[in-house]
């Protein structure tokens, strides 16, 4: 089997970007994401004004709603992969680009540059609201921490999303995809860092957390960033590859 040319692969690129930029679902996804994050980013800091005035960090509250704010990203990529097999679209798609590795690999690029953008606004704009509102009473911050906070912030969403589109290319329906994806984010990972807590930071969301979060001086083990961003991308790497490999070798 030939390998697509450079010229072949950006045209599935940029097909695979029209797709999911003409996909309704997608906008409304990160529309209500980007509202409930700073839902939740005013609610956070209206308690953390309430409570011990100089002592409350802001990356602390503006980043306490990524726990819920992950659910966006991770319905996010499961409709970028699960959305096509909503009235058979996949066979069109395969008829038109029969190179199934490389096309669902650009359906991956094409959600990660759709992605990134979207994440830091999202998270940028719930940490610039709390450090607006707790500047003159929390603890300070420097302005390049927030910003390598921010950038891992972003990286561990982008990661969740594409983690989460390779397990959307696997299951093929976005059901079962979405209740095994957040089972495990809400329902097994916090058990097994209970049952576990010796591996627990090699779970691909409490290494992502430590991405953004600088770990508290009484943490023992932690991870670093840079250690908590090859764990998440292990994780992502082995659930696309994963994918790519079964959906080469099934049908449609």
Known sequence: MSVPSIKKITQILRAELDKLATLPLIWLTLMG????????????????????IGTQKILNIGFASMGYLQVGFIILGILATCSEYIGGQIRTTLAAIPCRGIQLSMKHLAL????VPAAFIITASGVLYTYMMMK??????????????????TGYLTLTSLLSA??????????PALVVLLGYYFVVSPLSRDLLPSIKMYFPDTAGYYMYMPPSPDEINVLSPMQGTGISMIWTLIFITAAIVFYRKRDA
Request: net charge negative; charged share 10%; glycine share 10%.
């Open 33 to 52: 994401t980007f509202i409930l994050n700073l839902g939740l980013a005013a609610a956070f800091t209206s308690i953390g004004l309430q409570g011990a």
């Open 136 to 153: 003159d009473t929390a603890a300070a911050i420097d302005i390049d921490t927030m910003v390598e906070a921010l950038a891992g912030a």
């Open 166 to 175: 390779a397990i959307g290319a696997l299951l093929r329906r976005t059901t």
């Open 112 to 115: 990660a540059i759709i992605t």
